[in-house]
């Protein structure tokens, strides 16, 4: 597969653990943002977003929670399961039409 | 990978020489983007397009052109300008109409020797 995790920061879990992925943005107008997880040589995926009037939103064994004074994102994923495993991006945009993308942390969650 | 489709997953040419990269989506999407990834990095932006016959630069249009003729289709050429086209690229697509999240295909690697 494609080797998109080089040089990436790693989060190592156990599986059941719960993760937490970080993401610090710097464009204080970004008012969407949204997560997605890249498995090796596919492309990204749609896990999660958020809106900037939100500080919290949940799905299916995953929050995101935002944190617009310190500008941050993050990203938890509750009772983690070996198909975790992948690379996770932030995006972010202050309106219509493009998404600037973070490099991505890699998730490895061990058996 | 939703209904985007990239076409071939792998690709070798020669230094020199031209190539385009196939985009077809039938979602409806009036917005197509290409980006290109490196191991190690996030994704960056080449080139979108937010409706049929037109597209602009994004952050790195140098060496690449596209076209979009139709609604469902975003080719990309990699040009001989491009100084370091091996890469995996990346097509996606979203509704445009305010809706932000983008769809993605499953990607193309290009290498050139």
């Known amino acids: 597969g494609e080797s998109v995790g080089l040089h990436l920061p790693t989060l190592s879990v156990q599986e059941g653990d719960n993760s937490i992925i970080n993401c610090a943005y710097s464009?204080?107008?970004?008012?969407?943002f949204i997560w997605y997880k890249q498995e090796s040589g596919k492309g990204p995926q749609f896990i999660i977003d958020?809106?900037?009037?939100?500080d919290k939103r949940q799905g299916q064994r995953v929050t995101v929670l935002l944190n617009k004074t310190v500008k941050h994102l993050s990203l938890q994923i509750a009772a983690t399961q070996p198909g975790d495993s992948a690379v996770y991006f932030c995006a972010e945009t202050s309106g219509y039409s493009t998404l600037t993308f973070g490099k991505g942390t890699m998730l490895l969650v061990s058996p | 990978d939703g209904g985007i489709t990239q076409s071939p997953k792998y690709l070798f040419r020669k230094e020199g020489q031209n190539v385009t990269l196939s985009c077809e989506q039938n979602l409806n999407h009036d917005a197509m983007y290409w980006y290109r990834q490196d191991p190690g990095q996030g994704l960056r932006l080449i080139y979108y397009?937010?409706?049929?016959?037109?597209?602009q630069k994004g952050d790195i249009a140098e060496g690449y052109s596209v076209s979009r003729e139709k609604k469902e289709s975003f080719p990309l050429t990699v040009t001989s300008a491009q100084k370091n086209p091996t890469a995996f690229y990346l097509c996606?697509?979203?509704?445009?109409?305010?809706?932000?999240?983008?769809?993605f295909g499953p990607g193309t690697r290009l290498t050139v020797t």
């Open positions: 996606a697509s979203s509704s445009g109409r305010g809706g932000y999240e983008q769809y």
């Open positions: 958020i809106r900037s009037n939100m």
């Open positions: 397009s937010q409706i049929v016959n037109d597209f």
């Open positions: 464009n204080s107008a970004s008012d969407y």
